[in-house]
């Protein structure tokens, strides 16, 4: 089952297995898997970020609060992630002026190469050498984003391309 549309179902699941063996190694697994969906599932508040930019100024994520917010996990060095630059750069173009606004977190170990890869950005690109947010949100593949509405709350993961495109629109004309 897909964690994002049936959490409702692992969390009942996670509760009755619980009960019934709560000294099974299988089963303190799987509650805590089911804990880190639970933290960043939709509708929660997206959790803090606080990175630098090129010019080393920390920005907050909790900075972007009153606008509709795209974070962006990426590398350089990732094809698909080059791929959806367009994208990226379409929706900036389109929407930044109604409020739409494009954290980009790379996770490069290179601060040389991130910074020529950021050429022609103009949104907000940080870097997290460390992969610290990654790590944290559980971030197995990139490109990776995550949808936040203007309460920094989650609206949808891992959108792409098309779907991304879509989603995005929506957000500025419901």
Not at 64 to 92: N, R, S
Not at 95 to 122: F, T
Request: hydrophobic fraction near 35%; aromatic fraction near 10%.
């Amino acid at each position: 089952l897909d964690k994002e549309d049936y959490l409702s179902t692992y969390v009942m699941l996670d509760s009755a297995l619980s009960k019934k063996f709560p000294n099974l190694k299988i089963v303190s697994d799987f509650h805590e898997s089911v804990e880190k969906m639970r933290f960043l599932a939709k509708g929660q508040t997206m959790p803090e970020i606080e990175l630098k930019d090129k010019n080393g100024k920390t920005i907050k994520l909790s900075s972007l609060k009153g606008k509709v917010v795209l974070i962006d996990f990426w590398a350089t060095w990732c094809g698909p992630c080059k791929a959806e630059i367009p994208t990226l750069k379409k929706l900036y173009t389109m929407y930044h002026d109604q409020g739409l606004e494009i954290y980009s977190v790379s996770v490069d170990q290179n601060k040389e190469s991130w910074k020529n890869g950021i050429l022609g950005k103009d949104w907000i690109n940080v870097i997290d050498t460390e992969g610290v947010y990654a790590k944290k949100f559980e971030v197995e593949t990139i490109p990776y984003t995550i949808l936040l509405d203007k309460d920094l709350k989650i609206v949808a993961k891992n959108l792409r391309s098309t779907d991304l495109y879509l989603r995005v629109s929506d957000m500025f004309y419901r």
